[in-house]
């Protein structure tokens, strides 16, 4: 593994260690709702429950993302990190320095857009 690639993988590595401890201190916000009737009015309840439902899509996104992450670590170790995965051209550096884990040039992403 080059200079290169360990600094891409820390980098990586970094961002999943990121979004797993978010996921982790929000790990309450997506517990189930106490739906005690005599403690808490409906409003509260129906508030409650909007946003454990956002905690859990956002943990969701989270998740989706740390799979993207994972399998732009695998395609360092492959060699194939930074090519198209539908050209198999370069992605240009510019957008893996936005996205690391991007998996398509700027032209591909536009076209599947």
Known sequence: MTDDDASIV???????RELADLS????????????DQ???GRLSRMDALQAQAMAKAAD???RLEI????AAIRRVGEGTYGLCLN?????EPGRLEVD??????????????
């Open 100 to 113: 690391p884990a991007a998996t398509l040039c700027v032209t591909c992403a536009r076209n599947r857009g």
């Open 67 to 70: 799979a993207r992450i994972d």
């Open 24 to 35: 982790e201190r929000t790990s309450d916000d997506r517990a189930a709702v106490t739906l």
């Open 10 to 16: 820390q980098r990586l590595e970094a961002l999943r």
């Open 60 to 62: 969701e996104r989270r």
């Open 87 to 91: 050209c198999e051209e370069d992605i």
């Open 38 to 40: 005599q403690s808490v």
